[in-house]
């Protein structure tokens, strides 16, 4: 992240401060039954592996969330739709985030290089999860899931998880353009690259957004995505080392956050 960034508490999901009665978990590509290119821990449907597979996969998972019974899955679109959840889980609903204040229901968002985002509140009554790609992230989802929230800001711990790195987040001129149009700080976040190209970081980027909403309690794993091929999905990763014909096809990780039942 820049120099310029503000300290942040840098962690990964295991480490991170919660509440008691909340539990969060970031799955890893390793340890499931999907077979390359989604080796192996695959959790998303929609990428072209066999649903059997994935369904396992997911079953793999629910299994290490003690006290949840249900993972309510989106249908992520790149948006700023924000989902509540409630004693009804709803077959994958078009959103890029979730909020929560029933137990035993976990919000969740995968990722394979956009942002994960999960917030919980201090007293553990309340939890949400975002995908926050470039441009979910440009047109506001994280404000739009804070004011979704009934929790007040300041009263939010925030964790940024696993995404693709400052130093290869290449982008274009419209991509800076965008960030910079909304907040000019947003500068910091961008180094120049190559013919017209820009390095962007993705979690300075999110971190500018959260000090700006006035939270205080910030987070992140810092791994890169794309660079940590052992541990991570990379969907730019996968396109620019496989096979023409597998341009982009890679698996989803799963970031989730709960309030435990019976805690």
Same mark, same amino acid.
């Given at each position: 992240?820049?120099?310029?960034?503000?300290?942040?508490?840098?962690?990964?999901?295991?480490?991170?401060?919660?509440?008691?009665?909340?539990?969060?978990?970031?799955?890893?590509?390793?340890?499931?039954?999907?077979?390359?290119?989604?080796?192996?821990?695959?959790?998303?449907?929609? #990428?072209?592996?066999?649903?059997?597979?994935?369904?396992?996969?997911?079953?793999?998972?629910?299994?290490?969330?003690?006290?949840?019974?249900?993972?309510?899955?989106?249908?992520?679109?790149?948006?700023?739709?924000?989902?509540?959840?409630?004693?009804?889980?709803?077959?994958?609903?078009?959103?890029?985030?979730?909020?929560?204040? !029933?137990?035993?229901?976990?919000?969740?968002?995968?990722?394979?290089?956009?942002?994960?985002?999960?917030?919980?509140?201090?007293?553990?009554?309340?939890?949400?999860?975002?995908?926050?790609?470039?441009?979910?992230?440009?047109?506001?989802? !994280?404000?739009?899931?804070?004011?979704?929230?009934?929790?007040?800001?300041?009263?939010?711990?925030?964790?940024?998880?696993?995404?693709?790195?400052?130093?290869?987040?290449?982008?274009?001129?419209?991509?800076?353009?965008?960030?910079?149009?909304?907040?000019?700080?947003?500068?910091?976040?961008?180094?120049?690259?190559?013919?017209?190209?820009?390095?962007?970081?993705?979690?300075?980027?999110?971190?500018?957004?959260?000090?700006?909403?006035?939270?205080?309690?910030?987070?992140?794993?810092?791994?890169?995505?794309?660079?940590?091929?052992?541990?991570?999905?990379?969907?730019?990763?996968?396109?620019?080392?496989?096979?023409?014909?597998?341009?982009? #096809?890679?698996?989803?990780?799963?970031?989730?956050?709960?309030?435990?039942?019976?805690?």
């Amino acid at each position: 992240m820049p120099s310029s960034t503000p300290a942040i508490s840098e962690c990964t999901i295991e480490q991170w401060q919660l509440p008691n009665r909340v539990a969060a978990i970031q799955s890893y590509r390793a340890g499931g039954a999907s077979s390359a290119p989604f080796d192996s821990l695959n959790l998303g449907l929609h #990428v072209g592996d066999e649903p059997e597979r994935v369904h396992h996969n997911r079953s793999m998972l629910l299994a290490q969330m003690t006290g949840c019974s249900t993972i309510q899955w989106l249908n992520q679109v790149h948006g700023t739709q924000v989902f509540h959840l409630n004693r009804t889980p709803r077959l994958t609903p078009d959103a890029d985030a979730a909020v929560s204040r !029933i137990a035993g229901q976990a919000c969740a968002v995968m990722t394979a290089d956009c942002l994960p985002v999960l917030i919980c509140a201090n007293d553990g009554a309340e939890v949400a999860a975002v995908h926050a790609g470039w441009r979910g992230l440009c047109d506001g989802v !994280i404000e739009q899931t804070i004011n979704a929230m009934t929790t007040p800001v300041n009263q939010l711990r925030v964790w940024l998880g696993p995404c693709i790195g400052p130093s290869k987040f290449e982008v274009g001129p419209e991509v800076r353009d965008a960030f910079v149009q909304h907040e000019q700080s947003n500068r910091l976040a961008f180094q120049p690259s190559s013919a017209d190209k820009w390095l962007a970081d993705l979690q300075g980027l999110a971190v500018n957004r959260l000090l700006s909403l006035g939270a205080g309690n910030i987070s992140a794993d810092r791994r890169c995505s794309y660079l940590n091929s052992d541990l991570f999905f990379s969907y730019r990763r996968a396109s620019h080392q496989g096979p023409a014909k597998l341009n982009g #096809v890679t698996g989803r990780m799963a970031s989730a956050i709960w309030i435990k039942a019976n805690a």
